[in-house]
């Protein structure tokens, strides 16, 4: 069984920063995508970020410049770093991993990150 945990939210003034981490345990293959979505309150989650074991990067464009994925793969944890946060940052943020070899997803519980002064 494969568990994501997410750490790291909590509440930020605005233009703070925040480092947000989730780690991956259980059966995973090498091959696989993590990644970062986010849901605000009334709004469908969407992608944030997405960063493949292969070392390969995706961001939403409307979210580009503020948001930085990485990853440890030894420690199958992966990373959002967000700078000059805004209150419409507000939101929970999930965490991804898509396991190409076995054709699964898993997702993290969610951490929710509050920008408010």
């Known amino acids: 069984q494969v568990q994501l945990v997410e750490s790291g939210g909590g509440l930020v003034q605005p233009g703070g920063s925040l480092r947000l981490s989730c780690a991956a345990s259980?059966?995973?293959?090498?091959?696989?995508?993590m990644g970062w979505h986010r849901q605000a309150p009334g709004k469908q989650r969407e992608l944030v970020a997405t960063?493949?074991?292969?070392?390969?990067?995706n961001y939403a464009d409307s979210l580009k410049g503020r948001f930085t994925i990485s990853r440890d793969n030894a420690k199958s944890t992966v990373y959002l770093q967000i700078e000059s946060l805004k209150p419409e940052d507000t939101a929970v943020y999930y965490c991804?991993?898509?396991?190409?070899?076995?054709?699964?997803?898993?997702w993290g519980q969610g951490t929710q990150v509050t920008v408010s002064s």
């Open positions: 960063k493949a074991s292969g070392g390969s990067t």
């Open positions: 991804n991993l898509r396991d190409i070899w076995l054709s699964r997803e898993y």
């Open positions: 259980g059966s995973i293959s090498s091959l696989n995508v």
